[in-house]
């Protein structure tokens, strides 16, 4: 089966520059999620989106910012890049089934962002 | 706004061993609750879920988990560990389908043979 797709799956940056993380949801899925796991912490949520609209909105900072485009994949944009924001970005993905949202999120396998 | 706390960091375990991790919520509204499983260097795998129903849950792998809505707790269950098993442990709870996850700290599970 199809899972979400994560790209690129290992990111190298200096501080000060930006990275673009992609994430392809499941087909058919229509709601996506963002999260940021720290080494050694719990998985933070980031932000959300549904049908291309932000949906919910966590503790990501101002110098992040995400879309859902129309084929429904995300990117996660984030720029002046601080040591602070090394860590593993999960996203995940749900589809709406008669209507009605599904209570599961399907995880992808994350991108391990580095900053040196 | 929802939280949950995993009492225990590191739980250290004999193969072929039962193991109990813990799980406490707090919400003022029902909640769906989750656990996942991350193996080293890999990402979030689901292991069983309660939305609703029956409070003893059966997921993947042989674990088991029991709700309990007067200890707002969520213990997940196994009664013989793997070597496999090995892994970092994390219960979640969301306040609806389509909301975002909110996870516990985590507990990592090491199994000696």
């Known amino acids: 089966a199809a899972g979400v797709i994560q790209s690129p799956r290992h990111l190298i940056k200096e501080k000060r520059e930006t990275a673009t993380l992609k994430c392809y949801p499941i087909p058919r899925h229509d709601t996506v999620y963002w999260y940021q796991q720290g080494p050694g912490q719990d998985p933070q949520f980031l932000i959300s989106?549904?049908?291309?609209?932000?949906?919910d909105k966590g503790s990501i900072p101002d110098r992040f910012s995400a879309q859902q485009f129309s084929d429904y994949h995300s990117e996660l944009n984030m720029s002046s890049l601080e040591l602070g924001d090394s860590a593993l970005y999960f996203c995940a993905s749900s589809p709406e089934i008669a209507g009605v949202q599904y209570n599961e999120q399907f995880f992808g396998p994350g991108t391990r962002l580095t900053v040196l | 706004a929802q939280s949950v706390t995993q009492l225990d960091s590191q739980v250290p375990v004999f193969e072929e061993a039962p193991v109990e991790l813990r799980c406490n919520y707090s919400s003022s509204v029902s909640v769906y609750l989750f656990w996942y499983v991350q193996y080293p260097n890999q990402g979030l795998q689901l292991l069983l879920k309660?939305?609703?129903?029956?409070?003893l849950v059966k997921g993947i792998n042989g674990f088991e988990a029991e709700f309990n809505k007067s200890q707002t707790s969520f213990h997940l269950r196994k009664p013989s560990v793997h070597i496999s098993d090995t892994a970092e442990y994390f219960c979640?709870?969301?306040?609806?389908?389509?909301?975002?996850?909110?996870f516990g700290g985590g507990t990592r599970v090491l199994v000696k043979p």
């Open positions: 979640a709870v969301t306040l609806a389908a389509g909301n975002k996850l909110t």
């Open positions: 309660y939305l609703s129903g029956s409070t």
């Open positions: 989106f549904y049908e291309k609209m932000q949906s």
